[in-house]
T-cell receptor, first 114, second 113 residues
Framework: DVKVTQSSRYLVKRTGEKVFLECVQD?????MFWYRQDPGLGLRLIYF???????EKGDIPEGYSVSREKKERFSLILESASTNQTSMYLCASSLRGVMNTEAFFGQGTRLTVV | QKEVEQNSGPLSVPEGAIASLNCTYS??????FFWYRQYSGKSPELIMF????GDKEDGRFTAQLNKASQYVSLLIRDSQPSDSATYLCAVGNYNTNAGKSTFGDGTTLTVKP
């Protein structure tokens, strides 16, 4: 069974704090993703990584950074949390192939910034 | 224009009816098409993918792809209350955006007993 595990299900942080969201996958997938999902705005890509130490900005990277030091782990960092970063954060992974492949999602982290 | 557009919904059908979910996309070079189901408070999970024009059936689900019209749909036959969820369409073009599929905003389906 493919498993993508996010470190926290719920998180409450204060404005200005540095926040780390961790994601681990156990299927040896090359691709990993961080999305945020907000009502009415759908699923928006924050960052994408296609290999260790490789990353690409997604649609909304401002205020976020990422780290991928090992293939199985992809971390999302909020450098200085703000209330507009209150959201559901979803990590996903997929195989690299000759076509885009299925994305497997973690259970999500609901982050509240107060 | 959004890259991937879905019926705004919500869509409500009676139990046992056919639910039809539609998705259009703007990138004519797209090659891979996915339908995900997302229950309230849960993560998306894949229910169908399709790469070639035509129909692909899996149990009560049928995905239909028409690349000329840039249109992909999901039909759910004999809809059940357990099918009530948000359905996300995702489209991928490996040549221009390898690995990254673009998601629509989703259509919420309610199946009434």
């Amino acid at each position: 069974d493919v498993k993508v595990t996010q470190s926290s299900r719920y998180l409450v942080k204060r404005t200005g704090e540095k926040v780390f969201l961790e994601c681990v996958q156990d299927m040896d997938h090359e691709n990993m993703f961080w999305y945020r999902q907000d009502p009415g705005l759908g699923l928006r890509l924050i960052y994408f990584s296609y290999d260790v130490k490789m990353k690409e900005k997604g649609d909304i990277p401002e205020g976020y950074s990422v780290s991928r030091e090992k293939k199985e782990r992809f971390s999302l960092i909020l450098e200085s949390a703000s209330t507009n970063q209150t959201s559901m954060y979803l990590c996903a992974s997929s195989l690299r192939g000759v076509m885009n492949t299925e994305a497997f999602f973690g259970q999500g982290t609901r982050l509240t910034v107060v | 224009q959004k890259e991937v557009e879905q019926n705004s919904g919500p869509l409500s059908v009676p139990e046992g009816a056919i639910a039809s979910l539609n998705c259009t996309y703007s990138d004519r070079g797209s090659q891979s098409f996915f339908w995900y189901r997302q229950y309230s408070g849960k993560s998306p999970e894949l229910i169908m993918f399709i790469y070639s024009n035509g129909d692909k059936e899996d149990g009560r689900f049928t995905a239909q792809l028409n690349k000329a019209s840039q249109y992909v749909s999901l039909l759910i036959r004999d809809s059940q209350p357990s099918d009530s969820a948000t359905y996300l369409c995702a489209v991928g073009n490996y040549n221009t955006n390898a690995g990254k599929s673009t998601f629509g905003d989703g259509t919420t389906l309610t199946v009434k007993p």
